[in-house]
Structure formats: C-alpha cells, structure tokens
DNA sequence: AGGTATAGTTACCTGAAGGTAACCAGTTTC
DNA sequence: GAAACTGGTTACCTTCAGGTAACTATACCT
C-alpha cells in the first residue's frame, strides 16, 4: 500500500500556509523591505529622496516597486503642482502594518548574527 | 552645489538594514519557510516525510534547502542505521527562533488579505 | 521478479529578477 | 547656455532560482 501523500492539511495549516505565501508574494524582492522602512521613518518622501535614502537601488527598481506597492495599497502616490512637479509617496494604513514585521525581520537578524559570533566568531 | 545622496545613515540605520539584509538571505527562496514551520510542529521529520508533507516541493529542491539551513545551523541532520537508511531533520535551538517570525509573517498574510476582503471584496 | 520503501543526485531548461546605461521633457540655478 | 534639479522610461544583458524528469543504490515484502 502506498504511504499517503499527506498527513497534516488541517484547514488551520493550509490558512496558515496561504497566509505566508500571500505575504512573501506581496513583500517579495530585494527592496521593498528597504522602501518600507525608509517610509516607516520619513512619512513622506519624494522619488528622489527615496533615490538617495535606498543605497544601490536604481530608479528603473525603484519606479517598479513603488508601482507594485501602491499597487497593493502599502503606499500611495501623490503628484504635487510644484515648479518642477513632485512626487510624494507615504505610506497607507495597511502599508503602516509592516512595522512589527519589519522589526521582527531585524530584530531576528540581528540576533542570529550575535549568535554565529559567539559560537563560530574566531 | 550637488544635493547630498544620502541623509540618513545613523549607526542605528545601518545595523538594522544590515540585520534585514542578513534575515532575507538566509530565508530566502521560495520553501525556507514551509520546510522550517513543518519542522516546528513535528519535531523530527525524515526526508521523504517533509517530502510528502511540503506540498509541491520536488526532491532536489528539498535537498538543496535542507543544505542551506544546515549550514547556516538552523537544522540539524542525524543519519539512523536502520535497515534501509532513514535521515532525521529536526531544528536547532537557533532554528526553533524562527517562530516568532514565521507567526509574524502568518498574521501579517491573514489579516492583509481580510483588509483587502472588506475593501474591495465584491 | 516486480513493486515499494529509503535518500537523494544529475542533467537540462526556462522565466523572472535585477543590474547598466542612455535618454526624455521641463525648469531653475550658476 | 551649461549644468543640475524634477520623475521617470526604454532597451539590453546576465544571472540564478526553480521546475521537470530520469536515474542511482540498497532492501524489504509478496
């Protein structure tokens, strides 16, 4: 008799499980995390600003995932009739979520690097 | 005069981004997360079970997440003389602190897609 | 001797992610 | 009038994560 293919799909865990693969598709890539909480500091920020703020992002990168999170209504954008026109971009209520995975994130990070070095470090 | 590229790189700034940085590498990939929190609620599994109970997953990407973590000391493997070989995953005490992160990442999903729902659902 | 289990490995392929560089159009400053 | 600001777009290229399928080797069951 074959083994069965699974034995632990309690509707809980396929919640659970749908519920991560929808945040790492939302949150996925290399910046947005870096965008977040770049946003998370500064309330609103123009392109430019977050140019400068997110080190190494190029703006092809950061045009695409700024679309993509106003997209999923993490932040919004607003256009200002000023001389040369500006860009505000801030975060939404929902986009103001993120800050306790944020921490979270660094927090764990910054944990599992002490760690390494007090048993690995020299 | 040229505008500075960057205002913001307190210490506190950069440990942080570094913390994040460090987080996504390690748990990076697409399955890292599904393989750590069936390990969470078994304890310890073997290959074919975690197979079977990761669904989707295909062997070769089985084996080559389970390498990372055990490298980066999240999992432990044990090999068992049994009569055809079996091979115990289990976590690590460094890999058990996922799980506030993993709860984290859940809650963020589930109660993300419940907005979304009230919002537009319809 | 064929099917099942154990734990993987190997070769091949594809699509998406991300980087680089140049360019656009308008405006203010030097 | 040249340069730097504004907020992007476009084309091109490279890398790699991840998927598919087949295969290894040993051993138990019937």
Chains 1, 2 share one sequence.
Not at 42 to 54: A, G, H, I, T, Y
Not at 103 to 116: I, K, N, T, V
Request: proline residues 3%.
């Amino acid at each position: 008799m074959k083994k069965q293919p699974v034995c632990n799909i309690t509707t809980q865990c396929q919640a659970r499980i749908l519920a991560i693969k929808d945040a790492m598709e939302i949150l996925s890539g290399k910046w947005k995390f870096h965008i977040l909480g770049t946003l998370l500091l500064n309330e609103k920020m123009r392109f430019m600003d977050l140019l400068r703020e997110v080190e190494g992002i190029a703006p092809k990168m950061l045009s695409k995932e700024l679309q993509d999170m106003e997209m999923n209504q993490l932040i919004t954008r607003t256009v200002i009739n000023t001389k040369p026109i500006t860009v505000e971009y801030a975060l939404t209520a929902a986009g103001r979520t993120v800050e306790p995975l944020i921490d979270e994130l660094a927090s764990w990070g910054g944990a599992y690097r002490h760690a390494l070095y007090n048993k690995k470090g020299r």
